[in-house]
């Protein structure tokens, strides 16, 4: 059986500062100026409404490439494989995750 389920959740996808840090990382980019702001709102409301929260992020294997838009759209001064600095797969720090409450996926 296929639906919604019958509980509502907010769910954040790739935050991590290789998508987000536009100082930092050439394969970072930006839409809304207040793209995070607006995320954290909405996230705050959720749990006030008991809803879950759920952030998620991309990472890498060691010696390896990642897949989609990154790939297309680098320019090598980042690195490639291990030399990438590995601080680019963590989470935008203006994200306001609650780690003892959210759901964090990798």
């Known amino acids: 059986r296929f639906g919604f389920g019958k509980r509502l959740a907010i769910l954040n996808v790739d935050l991590q500062r290789a998508y ?6 050439e ?6 100026p207040c ?9 705050r409301l959720a749990r006030a409404c008991g809803m879950p929260v759920v952030w998620t992020r991309v990472d890498e294997l060691a010696g390896s490439d990642p897949a989609g838009v990154f790939s ?10 291990e030399d990438r600095p590995p601080e680019r797969w963590d989470f935008d720090p203006r994200c306001e995750i609650e780690a003892d409450r959210d759901a964090i996926y990798t």
Request: overall charge negative.
């Open 27 to 32: 394969s970072a980019y930006q839409t809304d």
């Open 72 to 81: 297309a759209r680098k320019s090598g001064s980042e690195g490639e494989g």
């Open 35 to 43: 793209q995070i702001s607006h995320i954290n709102h909405l996230s």
């Open 20 to 25: 987000t840090d536009i100082a930092h990382f």
